[in-house]
Nanobody, 115 residues
Framework: QVQLVESGGGLVQPGGSLRLSCAAP????????MAWYRQAPGNQRELVAR???????NYADSVKGRFTISRDNAKKTMYLQMSSLKPEDTAVYYC?????????WGQGTQVTVSS
């Protein structure tokens, strides 16, 4: 059973920053596409940012210029650095890994942006 373990969520004021982490097994980390999704109450889960094994990235328009996805191969950990956070960024954030028709999900971590 593949486990993706997220951490780093919490409560932050508008304009603040948070960094999410996702630890993955070595068998997954270097060959799977890795991504962050989020789901707010009443909304569908949406892609936030994606990172391929060769380092290509793409972002949702709503987070471009504010969020940065990255990876540390030595630590087998993916990150999402979130800056200039807005109340509409409030959601459960999920780590995802996919390759072809195979995909794995983490348990999610809550991010709340509120004053």
């Amino acid at each position: 059973q593949v486990q993706l373990v997220e951490s780093g969520g919490g409560l932050v004021q508008p304009g603040g920053s948070l960094r999410l982490s996702c630890a993955a097994p070595a068998s997954i980390f270097t060959v799977y596409n890795m991504a962050w999704y989020r789901q707010a109450p009443g909304n569908q889960r949406e892609l936030v940012a994606r990172l391929t094994p060769w380092g290509s990235t793409n972002y949702a328009d709503s987070v471009k210029g504010r969020f940065t996805i990255s990876r540390d191969n030595a630590k087998k950990t993916m990150y999402l650095q979130m800056s200039s956070l807005k109340p509409e960024d409030t959601a459960v954030y999920y780590c995802q890994a996919d390759r072809g028709t195979t995909n794995y999900w983490g348990q999610g971590t809550q991010v709340t942006v509120s004053s």
